[in-house]
């Protein structure tokens, strides 16, 4: 069963801390996105990867830091910097970057900070 | 910048159709154009994608004009099931999808 999988569905943590959030897809997609969404809102651009090991900023990147040394494997981590750090994160997937990008989306992982 | 214009929300009966409009004047010659359905607590899911003119599936229609600077979403005879939020992302000049507030469908028995 393809799809694309987040963990922890929800996560508590302590201001100063810093926490990794999961994401995960079987579907051989090569483009791999981060997004936040605060109540009420839109989604915010985070970080995006087109390809295994390289990853660009998106529109709200400060505090945060992504790694990509698994096609599959997109985490994020929120850091102790990012002022405001609670909100319901989204983890996407498409198979490139292009004029008729589909995008695949996780169930999504909401934080709080304590 | 690409940008689109939405409702902020809108309300239906169940069996109803419905028409959500987005306005999208700076839309780029070869950017296509995405609707997305969201409900609570989840991620946005796919629902329907077209370049001009009228796409169909079983979900949804999607008409656009020939200037393209808006399409419309159409839903027939919703059910309590489409409330949700629905959005209209544009493409930037990298490809990644723009997401705004959306429009928030309620559907009242």
């Known amino acids: 069963d393809g799809g694309i999988t987040q963990s922890p569905k929800y996560l508590f943590r302590k201001e100063g801390q810093n926490v990794t959030l999961s994401c995960e897809q079987n579907?051989?997609?090569?483009?791999m996105y981060w997004y936040r969404q605060d109540p009420g809102q839109g989604l915010r651009l985070i970080y995006y990867?087109?390809?295994?090991?390289?990853?660009q900023k998106g529109d709200i990147a400060e505090g945060y830091s992504v790694s990509r040394e698994k096609k599959e494997s997109f985490p994020l981590t929120v850091t102790s910097a990012q002022k405001n750090p609670t909100a319901f994160y989204l983890c996407?997937?498409?198979?490139?970057?292009?004029?008729?990008?589909?995008?695949?989306f996780g169930p999504g992982t909401r934080l709080t900070v304590l | 910048l690409a940008k689109t214009t939405q409702p902020i929300s809108m309300d239906s009966y169940e069996g109803q159709e419905v028409n959500i409009t987005c306005s999208h004047n700076?839309?780029?010659?070869?950017?296509?154009i995405t609707w997305y359905q969201q409900f609570p607590s989840q991620g946005p899911r796919f629902i329907i994608q077209?370049?001009?003119t009228k796409v169909t599936n079983e979900v949804a229609s999607l008409f656009i004009p020939a200037d393209r600077k808006s399409s419309t979403l159409s839903l027939p005879r919703v059910s309590l099931s489409d409330t949700a939020v629905y959005y209209c992302?544009?493409?930037?000049?990298?490809?990644?999808?723009?997401f705004g507030r959306g429009t928030s469908l309620i559907v009242h028995p």
């Open positions: 579907l051989n997609h090569d483009a």
């Open positions: 990867s087109q390809i295994v090991n390289d990853f």
């Open positions: 996407a997937s498409s198979g490139t970057v292009s004029p008729y990008n589909e995008q695949f």
């Open positions: 992302p544009l493409l930037g000049g990298s490809y990644i999808p723009t």
């Open positions: 077209g370049y001009k």
């Open positions: 700076n839309i780029a010659t070869n950017d296509y």
